[in-house]
């Protein structure tokens, strides 16, 4: 994501992502707790998604980083 030089911006940025209104941006949530409400925003997963892990495959994982790495 690009842009939020200033602060318009990121108003910008919280109403569109969050679905607020500019009064509840600006008056009435802080700005800590927007920014840790946009880093927690729900999102669609993009990575492999693991269901089952045993510890031999933990392990050899581990194995193949180091020697990697």
Same mark, same amino acid.
């Given at each position: 994501?690009?842009? @939020? *030089?200033?602060?318009? !911006?990121? +108003? %910008? /940025?919280?109403? *569109? %992502?969050?679905?607020l209104t500019y009064d509840e941006v600006v008056?009435? +949530?802080?700005?800590? @707790? ?7 925003? +729900?999102?669609?997963?993009? !990575?492999?998604? +693991? /269901? ?6 933990? %392990? /050899? =994982?581990? =194995?193949? @980083?180091?020697? !990697? !790495?």
């Amino acid at each position: 994501m690009i842009g @939020n *030089e200033c602060m318009l !911006g990121q +108003i %910008a /940025s919280f109403m *569109e %992502a969050l679905c607020l209104t500019y009064d509840e941006v600006v008056y009435k +949530i802080p700005y800590r @707790n927007l920014l840790v409400m946009q880093k927690d925003k +729900i999102h669609p997963c993009t !990575g492999t998604i +693991i /269901s089952k892990t045993t510890g031999k495959d933990m %392990a /050899s =994982r581990r =194995r193949q @980083n180091k020697r !990697g !790495g």
